[in-house]
């Protein structure tokens, strides 16, 4: 499953950079999100374990974060949950008044039979673009008012 959700944001790149690298904030600006928790660093990683919520229903996993700054880039590896293995990035491009921040996606689940239907079908647009879709609105809300 391989997705790509984008939006337009009249604000500065390093704004949106930084609210999105700061992930520990995400449950006080994004009202979907139950907990992002600092797990253990293993290896200099920084690591979290993540909850929010598709309508009623609770889902949580377990990321590494990589802010690159220099390549206008964030990127997260799952380590945990259903989407263990999905490779996450953030990207963070700039025009004139406006930066184009797009969340790509791509997870391969490893389940016989029924894993390439789950995550192309159910798993990718039904929770994880439904969840990011949320989160870079309110990004996008947040960042144009001038918040952090």
Do not use: C
Not at 55 to 82: N, Q, Y
Request: proline share 6%; glycine share 10%; net charge positive.
């Amino acid at each position: 499953m391989n997705s790509r959700i984008h939006l337009v944001i009249h604000a500065p790149a390093e704004r949106i950079f930084a609210m999105a690298a700061d992930v520990e904030r995400w449950p006080e600006i994004l009202p979907h999100y139950r907990y992002v928790r600092r797990l253990a660093d293993v290896e200099g990683e920084r690591r979290f374990a993540m909850g929010a919520r598709r309508g009623p229903i609770p889902v949580k996993w377990e990321a590494i974060l990589r802010p690159l700054p220099d390549e206008g880039r964030i990127e997260f590896v799952h380590t945990g949950g259903v989407t263990k293995g999905m490779w996450v990035a953030w990207r963070f491009e700039k025009h004139a008044g406006s930066t184009d921040v797009s969340i790509e996606h791509r997870l391969e689940l490893g389940w016989p039979l029924i894993g390439d239907f789950a995550a192309r079908h159910v798993i990718g647009p039904q929770f994880i673009e439904a969840i990011a879709g949320r989160t870079l609105r309110r990004v996008k809300q947040l960042a144009e008012a001038g918040g952090q």
